[in-house]
């Protein structure tokens, strides 16, 4: 438990308090042919306008009639215009969960392609606030980029004796279990699954994928669980997935083997399936960790990743279920006098020679980037190395190696550089290689959700970039914040932009410099320059007395550059070309190798260390401005953790300052202090 976890009950609203829906709820608003059509979203839809009409003195007409008959005449509410129509238009020619908004002689309308666009177009409308009633309102039409929008719950049921309740969790214990078991209330499950249902997620795998004992029965005898949390779910439009361990053949049936082409092994999983779906007919699919940090996989079978994701996929294939496979393979036993291994690698070179092979509905998941979630490491070149096979891009919403919720990190900046990156240079993104959006939740059982309550605007920031990866991160953070704190002192604003714009800039200036990957400590947190050096996790910068960096060229050193298309590989290859903040990711350099921006190496560390801490107090102190204008537990909070992350950046700074300094020998030219 953190100590920010708070007995009392209650929680923060996050970016749905009453307030939120106050534009709307002073309004005549009319829901055409609703509900009780078979559609279960309609009533949800019904029920927060009810809410927001009865709070805010409007007035919630439900009326006959289908779409199209009001398109000429719209209905009078008691020989009121309304100000606002919705309707769900089959006919309308809209994409699977999409809407369209436009206004006409003072009404504004939404027509939604199902009832699951119906509830994103009602939470539309909530942001534009007094925007959707008036009269300049453009025609618009909204469809998700990505059928599946995920957040992965890395949440125990079990206290983990290393990890916890949650694995690398910052906000608390789980939302769903405590002490072993399911909790009975699941009152802030549906809360939480409204809060996701308004960024536009919808799905949640509810376990962590490193599967242990207790959690592995979710798929068995503990289903019964499982089902209480997709009827907490259900009713914001999010399917329920399940981790589940590949040994569970063995561990959970009593099987020999779990080898994925014994036909024995194969039935286990299709009966098992046809027991989830009996309980769960809108089950989503699995989530699989296999081979992986000592997760059981095909390999002990000799058998491929293929193998052992079609078994699974065969299993729910009949009910339209889908297998994350994810491709986070790599040897955690390495030697780091071994210079040719490279965890960097790993993930290309097991899954793209059976690229083709995988079953249609399974979709391997793949991390951003080739390690684990850095400030910085280039886009995973697997990405754009698999055009028969169902990708999903995993990001991170957890800060496990960006600060733990203790750290202002505004993480859709760095997810929308991700989205928007184009591995062949041609204009197609990786948002367009990659099927489906999966993200680690960063939930807790805290008050706020999130550890930090800025934290919160990443949760916000993931389901609505997975859903359109192309709105501009600035501009979702603006819509969060009016969602947040309605109707706050624009000073709010000016302050939550100037701590949140460009924090991850700031972040990578005081931690891990130019692509150097890790360097943390313990737990993942605080400066730990060779804390993985000599460890069998991986090797990542290969620090001496004349140089830094990991030489991943083709031809001198791991070949990994070699992993990119063009124009890429080049690019990467040549130190000419190399951006310089991923420098040290691909090349070995001297200290005074000199930078695209005309300093050297050492001088950038130098500076950018001084710098980004120095920013982190500026933050404290722009803070300390709203003291009286925002909700004082959250102002306290917030403050609180400004003051560590400010000790944090100050320990940053002086230890990789002092580690460049005692290895190269070479003085800062502005004079800092080293020691
Ligand atoms: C769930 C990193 C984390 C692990 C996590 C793993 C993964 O290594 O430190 O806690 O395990 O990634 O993504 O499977």
Sequence with gaps: MSEHTVSTPGWHAAWLPDDAFASLGRRTVVVLGAPGDGAPLVATVVAELRAATDRSGGRLVLADGDAASADGDLPRADGDTPDLVLAVDPAAGLPAEGYAVERARGTTRVTAADDAGLLYGLFHVVRLGEGAFDDALAPSRHAPAHAVRMLDHWDNVDVHDVMGQVERGFAGGSIFYSDGALRDDLTRVGAYARLLAASGVNRVAVNNVNVHRTEARLLTDRLDDVVRLAEAFRPWGIRVHLAVSFGAPMTLGGLATCDPLDPAVADWWTGTARRVYEAIPDFGGFVVKADSEGQPGPFAYGRDHADGANVLARALAPYGGVVHWRAFVYNHHQDWRDRKTDRARAA??????????????????????????????????????????????????????????????????????????????????????????????NVGDDRFWTGHPLAQANLYGFGRLAWDPALDPADLLDEWVGLTFPGADPRVQDVLRDLMRGSRATYEQYTAPLGVCFMVGPGHYGPGVDYYEYSPWGTYHFADRDGIGVDRTRASGTGYAGQYPEPWASTYESLDTCPDELLLFFHHVPYTHVLHSGKTVVQHVYDTHTDGAARTEEMARRWSDLDGLVDDALFGRVRELLAEQVRSAGEWRDQVRTYFWRHSGVPDERGGPLY
């Design 348 to 441: 290309y070179d097991h899954f793209t020679p059976l690229d083709g092979k995988f079953d249609e509905n399974v979709v391997v998941q793949v991390k951003f980037g080739p390690l684990d979630f850095q400030v910085r490491e280039p886009v995973s070149p697997m990405l754009a190395a698999m055009p028969r096979t169902h990708l999903a891009l995993e990001l991170q919403v957890t800060q496990e190696y960006t600060g733990q919720q203790k750290h202002v990190y505004y993480l859709p900046e760095q997810w929308s550089e991700v989205l928007g990156w184009e591995p062949w240079g041609d204009g197609r993104t990786v948002s367009d290689a990659a099927r489906d959006v999966v993200a680690v939740s």
